[in-house]
């Protein structure tokens, strides 16, 4: 999510055709310095100011330099970011992100630092500009179909850092993704915090009907959005991320039995396979209930690959809590999972809650499901050897640049040999050998 943000940042400045920008990794270099940034767990958000300060000489050296903060932790902190770093120039939040040539003109107009972190709801969604055609060799795109979180998880700031639940039109997002088709995108991955929560507003009626459950009140729901998209011919793959178990619907889990193009891969994320530990994190399902819908999923798609997010340390989590989550692990067989210690987050319920377990019980508890996840992973992996995959070349391989890199329907990495002029096109490779995080592969000629 952050990373689409951060592109779309570029986009809306290139866009407002006043100036010319170019990207530019070097810093010495930039007249805008934009930070984006994350508060889900406070080390990123201590993070912030230590890379601010790194940047701050640059000040003195160019004075018209722009610092910005934007993201979450803008959101959270707001003018007090300025109190504590005076050089930043605009702080703005992920809804105000279109905004930022306005703050950047009133900025220099004034010469006082700009703060917006509001929350104009679906203003944002409105103002963006389409995607940059920058990136022609990119046969990938992600589209943002919904912002925010209305869960209210104990231990989560995204309701209070990026707002409640805001659904993008639905005509709307067909028609970036028919643009994106026409440029030559073939596969599309649609974001939100809560993706599967979409109700976008239809102007029309398209298909579907009120009894059915695809739309009511001129909503269209996840499943029918996917529908439309697997509709249009040039676009292969189509994936989803990230989802809430509680608005994964039966309509949305038949879709993924009745559409080919839909990926057999799905994020998930369960945070912990105890159910006391799921009620004091206010997530509203049972493990029985997470595992039953896993198992309605695997019947729509025996061969789905399962990936999650766990939280471990939650404030009381006993040896016995624990021990039900690495039960989950086993008796659902997760293919990956963004694993994280629980991290005290300001102004949410957890951050009050009795934690009485050591930190070093957390990070030995951590280190033993990653481990555990890995071992499953590399076992799906090797499964995968002597199999033809069809693959999205996304470009040169990250450790040698002489090979490709592409990525499987069930999202793992395979290197391989093979031309330039393979970048941006799905092919099939046959797997002939599984490494701990990437697979090794051949490009499959064809007869
Ligand atoms: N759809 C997701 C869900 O079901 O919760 C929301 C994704 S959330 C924005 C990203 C992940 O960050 C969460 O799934 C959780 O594992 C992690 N996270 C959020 N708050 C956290 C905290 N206070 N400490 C550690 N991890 C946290």
Do not use: W
Not at 69 to 77: D, F, K
Not at 119 to 124: G, M, S, T, V
Not at 329 to 335: E, H, R, T
Not at 390 to 395: H, N, T
């Amino acid at each position: 999510m952050n990373e689409y943000d951060s592109d779309k940042m570029v986009d809306i400045l290139a866009g407002t055709g006043t100036e010319t920008v170019v990207r530019t990794d070097t810093p010495e270099d930039a007249d805008i310095i934009l930070f984006n940034t994350c508060s889900v767990r406070e080390k990123a958000q201590e993070k912030v100011f230590h890379d601010l300060g790194r940047v701050r000489h640059l000040k003195q050296l160019k004075p018209g330099l722009v610092i910005g903060v934007g993201g979450c932790v803008a959101s959270q902190e707001g003018a007090a970011i300025v109190a504590r770093a005076p050089y930043v120039d605009i702080v703005f939040g992920p809804q105000t992100l279109h905004r930022l040539p306005e703050l950047i003109a009133a900025r220099r107009a004034s010469g006082r630092a700009q703060v917006d972190v509001s929350f104009p709801e679906i203003e944002k969604f409105d103002a963006l500009p389409p995607a940059s055609t920058t990136d022609t060799m990119s046969a990938a795109a992600f589209v943002s179909i919904m912002e925010g979180c209305s869960k209210y998880c104990t231990f989560c700031v995204v309701p209070y850092t990026r707002g409640e639940e805001v659904s993008r039109p639905f005509e709307s997002v067909l028609a970036e993704i028919a643009s994106l088709a026409a440029r030559g995108v073939g596969e599309i991955t649609l974001l939100g915090q809560n993706v599967n929560a979409y109700r976008g507003a239809m102007s029309c009626s398209a298909g579907g009907s009120a009894a059915d459950g695809a739309q009511s009140d001129d909503f269209a729901d996840l499943a029918l959005l996917i529908e439309a998209i697997a509709d249009m011919p040039e676009i292969e793959r189509i994936r989803y991320t990230t989802s809430h178990p509680r608005e994964l619907t039966q309509r949305l889990i038949d879709i993924h039995a009745s559409t080919p193009k839909l990926v057999p891969h799905l994020h998930l994320p369960v945070q912990s396979g105890s159910d006391r530990i799921l009620a004091a994190m206010k997530r509203g399902y049972t493990v029985l209930e997470y595992k039953s819908l896993v198992r309605k999923l695997r019947i729509a798609r025996p061969e789905l690959s399962l990936s999650t997010d766990f939280i471990v340390g939650f404030p009381g989590e006993t040896a016995e809590d624990f021990e039900k989550t690495m039960k989950l692990i086993d008796d659902v067989g997760f293919d990956a999972s963004f694993s994280f210690i629980y991290s005290p987050r300001p102004g949410t319920p957890a951050a009050d809650m009795a934690d009485d377990t050591p930190q070093e019980i957390k990070v030995e508890r951590l280190m033993r499901l990653q481990k555990r996840i890995e071992e499953l992973a590399f076992a799906v992996s090797q499964a995968m050897v002597g199999t033809v995959q069809r693959v999205l070349v996304e470009g040169h391989a990250r450790k040698d640049a002489a090979e490709l890199a592409g990525r499987t329907a069930n999202n793992r990495v395979v290197n391989f040999a093979g031309g330039e002029r393979l970048i941006g096109q799905f092919i099939d490779v046959t797997i002939t050998a599984a490494l701990p995080h990437s697979l090794r592969g051949e490009v499959v000629i064809a007869a």
